[in-house]
């Protein structure tokens, strides 16, 4: 195949190399496995650098979903287990998958199965708005997790993407309006 893509025809090798040398360029087997192989005169530095540049594209597109872990104990206390659950909805509102994992320690373990049931279910019920149980709960060894992934995927770009551009800053307000009653006068007596 020539530089433009038309087909030159079965020509012999030498031939082949004498064509590119003519034209400045190199000679590219493109199809080695077919009979006969298929050259193509082009230039390969430019080649190589076109296709990494379709790669990186590639990688720019693609979207990257980790595995973020939360930790809770089953004593863990209703005010704590409730800032874990807003992590955990901004990791799923973030389009990461949550592993919550409950851990036991010395006889936490002989109620484990209770205990932690009810904690990774009322957190698992919390959430059932943004995430679904992708993983049901199970034991291994003295931790028990479950693993939750987000309803609709929110896509994060692999290289970080672009920087957040700051909103433009807002016309400064007017004096707010008085809504109130005027305060009452103290009376001397």
């Not at 590639?58 to 979207?63: I, Y």
């Not at 770009?157 to 807002?170: H, L």
């Not at 016309?171 to 009452?184: H, L, N, R, S």
């Amino acid at each position: 195949m020539g530089p433009e893509g038309e087909q030159l025809g079965v020509v012999n090798t030498s031939e082949a190399l004498q064509r590119a040398r003519a034209q400045d360029l190199d000679l590219v087997e493109v199809a080695p496995m077919a009979a006969p192989p298929v050259c193509r005169i082009m230039d390969f530095g430019k080649f190589k650098y076109i296709t990494s540049k379709r790669e990186q594209e590639a990688r720019k597109k693609q979207t990257v979903i980790q595995v973020k872990e939360i930790k809770v104990r089953p004593k863990t206390e209703e005010h704590d287990l409730n800032t874990k659950l807003k992590h955990i909805r901004r990791f799923l509102e973030e389009g990461d998958k949550v592993k919550v994992t409950v851990r036991f320690r010395g006889r936490e373990l002989a109620y484990a199965s209770q205990s932690g049931f009810e904690v990774l279910k009322h957190i698992v019920e919390s959430i059932a708005d943004v995430a679904k149980v992708e993983s049901a709960p199970k034991m291994e060894g003295k931790t028990m997790m479950a693993i939750v992934s987000p309803t609709m995927h929110k896509k994060k770009p692999v290289g970080g993407g672009e920087k957040p551009v700051a909103p433009p800053p807002a016309a400064p307000k007017a004096a707010p309006q008085a809504t109130t009653a005027p305060p009452a006068q103290k009376q001397e007596g």
